[in-house]
């Protein structure tokens, strides 16, 4: 008898945290099987289908597309669950796919489960199936199946009923009764009264693993994989198995959690943890791993046909998915005119607009470029996108000055999809669409973040619902996150788990594996605690596995058709929108038009600024228009005075900038290609500032070359330079440069070693340089590519930050003032705004209930607190306040409890407002009202309800009280002084409420009487400009301190030392610690010596002396009140 079994109920990691199998793995383990083919069944879902079946195909292996669906017990409408049995809201049921058909079908089935029946899972009814069960091969599933859970509950008559059902749906041929065995008694019954219904009614088996992770011994790790999934730990289970101990190893424990399970005859119903409000499906076996050929004949001696079975099925599986298929929607043009001639009507309409006189150079290229889409059939493309940015531009929606490579399209500027004119700045349409690279365009437009969903909403309108949808995207379990995870379900303490994760480097995609070759402490931790050797391997095992699912930041899909027939849907459960399930470089390989619309804050930026200045000057300023030569702006670069500038605010690139000193706006491109980290680390930076500032002679290798490296000082730095350089040199035409931009980009080394002969070649026709140049020249593209950056990117982006910059310069409160509104969910961001503002001379009043609105405002000269950055205010509040003051101001607290809705307030809301000090001005202290707000607020609920029913009578007693109530003369606590005559809190209590609301001092700073002594030190914020590894001195107040232990159990403090301009973590260790613990207190001012730790745009400084600025604590422990507002630092 031939080997042949093929798995057909398999769980990927797609099937989130509950598949452990990579998808790679799964498909290598099939080859080395020898299997003929492999299914995917996730639960619910086809996350994986397109990976699964390019990685199946790459490997010669039969890829079967399948999932593993949820199906309700009746209609799939109705939506609610008898408590005491909360399983039977569904059963579990697995589908094949024979065809395209079925393909199609199965697609379809899945989505609906998502849009119309989901409830806890995404379920699927009889109904569906019947519609939709055409092409697809269905197995009864595994226990949890409808027929194998009639069966546990004694219903065979019904069990009988129910496959009677199904063979009505999808057909005797079509169907097959599932088995499955893990050495559990209750299989073997199941099994048995299975195979008599398959006698009975003459119906097939077939055999399955329901296959969840690679190997037996992988089986703790998908347990520890449930109990993440669960909200559960592994002490959860000690109500089910207390014969476990902490001497116990991993494997040790869940294996008797799992026996013990077993025991109590739970199999495949949901436990309940102990310390979770959640539940879960944990497993009673450790069987679950792809098995052999020989295992499954094994445990299948008594039902051959079913091991048979499965490569019967699999060779009455045959689906070919197609790719590539350049599914542009239809745009619907004017009467009697292609979508071509079209598109060329508008392309002469714009350059008539755009210039004065068509050169001959502008008309080559628009002629030329139209040629091109019109040979690739894109035309219908760019009238979409020129659609809905016309849309977007009507609308008052902000659109970015272009993104990616398609700044280089002449026909995108004359469209207005883009703003950069691409002969002024030598950009190339082949970097952007080459006719020998069949790809699709890609154009990424930017638009105003506060209005992206009025851009999908328009399209989802014009094209249809279900032709419309956002990307999908996967959060993966990186190293810390996985170090955590697996930490949690093994009980380890919070301290000791942070410490580990804490120890692997912050950098992107860095692995475990990297961090233990790389972090002698981690390695020394591994080899020396088996604890940690514990948590570790159990981490490396969740590494990269998908976590959650969410929307993509800037991905939708437009299809021709119903997006059904090509991609799975579903409704994101946050937001309810509509996204795919499959990602992004699965829906590219398809063929349908994927988009990237990004919400851009800068953008709303630029808007904010413009209708600020208009507002308070009364100015118009044409933004896409302005002076590229402005001298304010460039002094202000030069400064380093980037702060809020797009793309030029980090330290890193702040340092560059006042290196580089950019006189023209060709610099500010060639700073955002040059800030990257192989440009940083190749010395290509310092040759470049050298250069430029004439400090170092410019050298040619030819000097042919010098036309086109002139504008870098001689260094090849953008990737259209080495398209300029091959064309000009070896004839290249420009498509042909592209491809050899992107082989060497890519480091294609088959095509590389193909362009090299041709370059060489073409060298020699020109005739321009000899065989010696052409291979130095080679060498120099070669290695100049690594580092070589899209310049259409670059020049796109260089305008917005123009844009900014300019509007810092010129337009300094009102640019600040918008800075600090779009920053308002983040109270740090807010800390550091307001201190620049303070830094340019700029006062920043404080909140006022009768001056401020949600947004950061400009009064005169100065900027007034948004309502919107206060904690726990939301905007139902902020508009009540708003609306109400046009009846007038409000005279006193109780005023403002009388006249703003009590159904917006609440007791944290008012709170708040009290803390951040909004009442001040109305000369009642913030201790006054925080002792008395509650009994106000009830007494202004009376006077409403009163008011309300022209009843009056209920302030009989004082004919006088609403009056007094009003003007803020009503005291409680039995107090006989006025309000405003109370005693305050101390300016300490003041200053950490303002902290604690707006993340920030506002009426004055605890050091403001130390800045004589603290202005002869650094400040923090100084630190940014310093060496990584340099000696720094600095002086503040001690903020917060963190103790954690170290390895050896020795203490070492974690501290927030703060000074005028910001905070920074400083690091205690043990010896040093040990000499300064006496010292270290918070509240005290000190002066800090010890090495600066600089990664990227963090900052820490590892302490080697701490002293005491005084003898005696801060003013900051006074009882006194602050009487003079601190404005300016």
């Known amino acids: 008898m031939k080997k042949n079994f ?101 697609m379809r089935l899945v989505s609906l489960g998502f849009l119309e029946g989901f409830y806890y899972k995404p379920r699927i009814d009889a109904e569906l199936l019947s519609q939709y069960s055409e092409g697809i091969i269905a197995l009864s599933g595994c226990c949890s199946g409808r027929i194998p859970s009639l069966i546990q509950a004694g219903k065979v008559d019904e069990a009988k009923k129910t496959l009677e059902e199904y063979l009505g749906i999808f057909g005797k041929e079509n169907f097959y009764l599932e088995l499955t065995n893990f050495g559990i008694q209750k299989h073997r019954e199941i099994n048995s009264a299975i195979y008599e219904l398959s006698k009975s009614h003459n119906v097939p088996l077939v055999c399955t693993n329901d296959v969840h992770y690679l190997n037996r011994e992988d089986f703790k790790y998908h347990f520890i994989l449930l109990c993440i999934q669960a909200g559960a730990t592994i002490g959860d289970f000690r109500k089910y198995c207390d014969d476990f101990s902490s001497e116990d190893d991993v494997e040790e424990t869940i294996n008797k959690i799992i026996l013990k399970l077993a025991e109590h005859e ?31 004949s094994e445990l299948f001696a008594d039902y051959p046909e079913a091991v048979q079975n499965t490569v019967e099925i699999a060779d009455r599986c045959s689906l070919d998915i197609d790719f590539n298929l350049g599914l542009i929607p239809p745009f619907k043009v004017p009467d009697n005119i292609n979508p071509d001639d079209f598109l060329e009507s508008l392309c002469l309409e714009g350059a008539k607009r755009k210039y004065r006189q068509i050169g001959r150079d502008t008309e080559s290229r628009i002629k030329r470029e139209l040629e091109v889409i019109r040979k690739m059939g894109f035309a219908e493309y760019f009238l979409i996108v020129w659609d809905l940015v016309k849309f977007a531009k009507n609308n008052n929606i902000r659109v970015g000055p272009g993104r990616g490579s398609a700044a280089g399209s002449i026909i995108s500027y004359l469209l207005d999809i883009t703003d950069i004119e691409p002969l002024k700045y030598n950009l190339l349409f082949e970097r952007f ?64 788990v942070d410490r580990i994760a804490k120890l692997v480097p912050m950098e992107l995609n860095i692995t475990i594996d990297n961090s233990l070759s790389i972090v002698s402490e981690l390695q020394e931790l591994y080899n020396t605690n088996k604890k940690v050797k514990e948590i570790i391997d159990t981490a490396k095992s969740l590494e990269g596995k998908a976590r959650q699912h969410s929307i993509h930041a800037a991905g939708v899909v437009v299809s021709a058709e119903e997006l059904f027939s090509y991609t799975p849907i579903q409704r994101d459960e946050k937001s309810g929108d509509i996204k795919t399930q499959y990602k992004m470089e699965d829906i590219q390989d398809i063929g349908l038009l994927k988009m990237d619309f990004l919400g851009l804050k800068t953008l709303s930026l630029i808007d904010r600024t413009v209708f600020l200045v208009k507002k308070s000057r009364g100015m118009d300023i044409d933004i896409d228009n302005i002076d590229l030569d402005d001298k304010k702006t460039y002094k202000m670069l030069c400064n380093g005075d980037c702060l809020g500038v797009f793309q030029l605010e980090s330290s890193g690139m702040r340092e560059l900038i006042i290196n580089l000193k950019p006189s023209r706006f060709e610099d500010i491109i060639a700073t955002l290609a040059l800030f990257r980290p192989g440009p940083l680390q190749s010395g290509m930076v310092k040759d470049f500032i050298e250069a430029k500032n004439k400090n170092k002679k410019i050298a040619y290798l030819h000097f042919s070359l010098e036309s086109i490296l002139k504008e870098t000082y001689g260094i090849i730095l953008y990737q ?28 294609k080394r088959d095509v590389m070693k193909k362009q090299k002969n041709k370059f060489f070649e073409g060298a020699k026709k020109t005739g321009i340089i000899d065989e010696t140049t052409a291979g130095k020249l080679f060498e120099l593209i070669t290695h100049f590519a690594e580092y070589g950056f899209n310049k259409s990117h670059s020049a796109a982006y260089a305008m917005i930050s123009y844009q900014t910059a300019y509007l810092k310069a010129n337009f300094p409160v009102e640019f600040m003032a918008a800075l600090l509104s779009i920053r308002m969910g983040s109270q740090e961001k807010v800390a550091q705004y307001i201190n620049e503002a303070r830094r340019m001379g700029i006062m920043v009043l404080p909140p006022d209930i009768n001056e401020s609105y949600a947004d950061f405002t400009v009064v005169g000269n100065s900027i007034r607190f948004g309502l919107s950055a206060i904690k726990n205010v939301g905007s139902n509040v902020i508009s009540s306040i708003v609306q109400e003051r046009k009846n007038g101001r409000f005279k006193s607290f109780e005023d403002f409890c009388i006249r703003v809705s009590i159904g917006v307030l609440n007791k ?39 008011k309300e029913s022209g009843q009056f009578s209920l302030f009989d007693e004082s004919e006088n009280f609403q009056e007094n109530i009003i003007s803020g003369n009503i005291l409680y606590h039995g107090s006989n002084q006025t309000a405003d005559t109370l005693n305050e809190f101390s300016a300490k209590e003041l200053l950490n409420f303002e902290k604690e609301m707006l993340g920030l001092y506002i009426s004055g700073h605890p050091l403001a009487e130390y800045q004589d002594i603290l202005s002869g030190f650094k400040t923090v914020e100084s630190l940014y400009d310093e060496d990584d590894k340099s000696t720094q001195l600095i002086a503040g107040v001690i903020s917060t301190i963190k103790q954690i232990l170290t390895k050896s159990s020795q203490a070492m403090y974690f501290l927030t030392l ?28 000190v002066k800090v010596k010890g090495k600066l730790d600089k990664k990227e745009d963090q900052i820490k400084l590892i302490a080697t002396e701490i002293e005491d600025i005084k003898d005696h604590k801060s003013s900051i422990l006074r009882e006194n009140v602050i009487n003079e507002p601190y404005y300016k630092a």
């Open 6 to 106: 093929a798995h057909l109920h398999v769980h990927t990691e797609y099937s989130l945290l509950d598949g452990l199998l990579k998808i790679n793995d799964l498909i290598q383990k099939a080859v080395e099987f020898e299997m003929p083919a492999v299914a995917i069944t996730d639960h619910g879902n086809m996350y994986g289908v397109i990976e699964f079946y390019k990685s199946a195909k790459k490997a010669g292996i039969k890829p079967i597309i399948g999932c593993e669906v949820y199906q309700a017990p009746e209609s799939r409408w109705i939506k609610k669950v008898n408590k005491d049995v909360k399983e039977d809201i569904y059963n579990h049921l697995t589908l094949l796919v024979k065809n395209k058909k079925g393909y199609q079908n199965l």
């Open 266 to 296: 739970l199999q495949d119903r949901e436990i309940e943890v102990e310390k979770s409000e959640k539940s879960g499906f944990f497993p009673r076996t450790t069987e679950y791993y792809f098995k052999n050929f020989d295992q499954m």
């Open 433 to 496: 669409l080459n006719d020998e690279r069949k790809n699709l365009p890609d154009i990424d437009i930017d638009f105003c973040d506060e209005k992206r969903e009025q851009i999908i909403k328009y399209v989802t309108e014009k094209y249809g619902v279900n032709r419309v949808a956002q990307l999908i995207t996967f959060g993966t379990m990186a190293a810390r996150q996985a170090i955590r995870d697996a930490g949690r379900v093994l009980e380890v303490s919070y301290s000791e």
């Open 720 to 747: 259209e330079q080495i398209m300029l350089i091959a064309s000009k040199l070896a004839g290249f035409s420009m498509s042909e440069a592209d491809i050899l931009r992107d082989a060497i980009s890519k480091k």
């Open 908 to 946: 944290k809301t008012i709170e708040s407002l009290i803390k951040a000090g909004v009442f001040d001005l109305l000369n009642q202290s913030r201790k006054y009202l925080l002792e008395n707000f509650e009994k106000i607020t009830e007494e202004a609920a009376k006077i409403k309800r009163s």
């Open 1058 to 1085: 703060e000074d005028l301009t910001d905070n920074i973590e400083v690091i205690v260790f043990p010896t040093v610690l040990e000499k300064y613990r006496s010292i270290i207190t918070e509240d005290r001012i």
